[in-house]
């Protein structure tokens, strides 16, 4: 099972306790996925909820509005999530994607970041949290490369790969090893 929080903003709707019971839940083996977006001001972000104490990194609310590619760190070309995307290119190089125009500024804390934003801000972090995972996304434009603007980008692929990771799909796994 995945839980979902899409540009999620507070405003009391989901009791405390419900927010106690889905941390809980992800330490015991569950998945959670945030896509933020300028709606992450810091009185509504769901990290400043029992939901902060699982998130990779620290939303500090300020939205940069920026024209931007999301580019591959060194560990997003080796992460089964991301490695070998369409259109990432080579080593070096910017990847054939589509530009993304907002990020929600934040500070990793933890995990790995495999795609950054401009001026190389974190974009696109995963954690395992206890038995479970956390994937952050730190935009809410993905929704373009859909759409094909500036060429578009592998957005259906990508969301696969995030929630297929985040379930525990064996393919998606970093280690994984087999001999044959």
């Given at each position: 099972?995945?839980?979902?929080?899409?540009?999620?903003?507070?405003?009391?709707?989901?009791?405390?306790?419900?927010?106690?019971?889905?941390?809980?839940?992800?330490?015991?083996?569950?998945?959670?996925?945030?896509?933020?977006?300028?709606?992450?001001?810091?009185?509504?972000?769901?990290f400043?909820?029992?939901v902060?104490?699982?998130?990779?990194?620290?939303?500090?609310?300020?939205?940069?509005?920026?024209?931007?590619?999301?580019?591959?760190?060194?560990?997003g070309?080796?992460?089964?999530?991301?490695?070998?995307?369409?259109?990432?290119?080579?080593?070096?190089?910017?990847?054939?994607?589509?530009?993304?125009?907002?990020?929600?500024?934040?500070?990793?804390?933890?995990?790995?970041?495999?795609?950054?934003?401009?001026?190389?801000?974190?974009?696109?972090?995963?954690?395992?949290?206890?038995?479970?995972?956390?994937?952050?996304?730190?935009?809410?434009?993905?929704?373009?490369?859909?759409?094909?603007?500036?060429?578009?980008?592998?957005?259906?692929?990508?969301?696969?790969?995030?929630?297929?990771?985040?379930?525990?799909?064996?393919?998606?796994?970093?280690?994984?090893?087999?001999?044959?």
């Amino acid at each position: 099972d995945l839980i979902v929080f899409d540009r999620y903003r507070r405003r009391d709707v989901l009791a405390q306790v419900y927010l106690d019971n889905i941390v809980r839940w992800v330490r015991r083996g569950g998945a959670l996925l945030l896509a933020t977006g300028p709606n992450q001001a810091p009185n509504n972000s769901l990290f400043n909820s029992p939901v902060g104490q699982i998130m990779p990194a620290a939303p500090n609310g300020r939205v940069i509005e920026q024209g931007y590619r999301p580019a591959p760190t060194d560990a997003g070309r080796r992460h089964p999530v991301t490695a070998e995307l369409a259109g990432l290119g080579a080593e070096g190089a910017e990847p054939g994607w589509g530009r993304w125009y907002s990020t929600v500024e934040a500070e990793q804390r933890r995990g790995q970041n495999l795609l950054v934003a401009a001026q190389g801000r974190p974009l696109l972090l995963l954690d395992r949290v206890g038995a479970g995972r956390v994937a952050q996304l730190q935009s809410d434009h993905i929704w373009l490369w859909a759409r094909g603007h500036d060429g578009g980008g592998p957005h259906a692929e990508l969301l696969r790969r995030i929630a297929h990771w985040l379930m525990k799909e064996p393919e998606l796994e970093e280690n994984d090893l087999r001999v044959a």
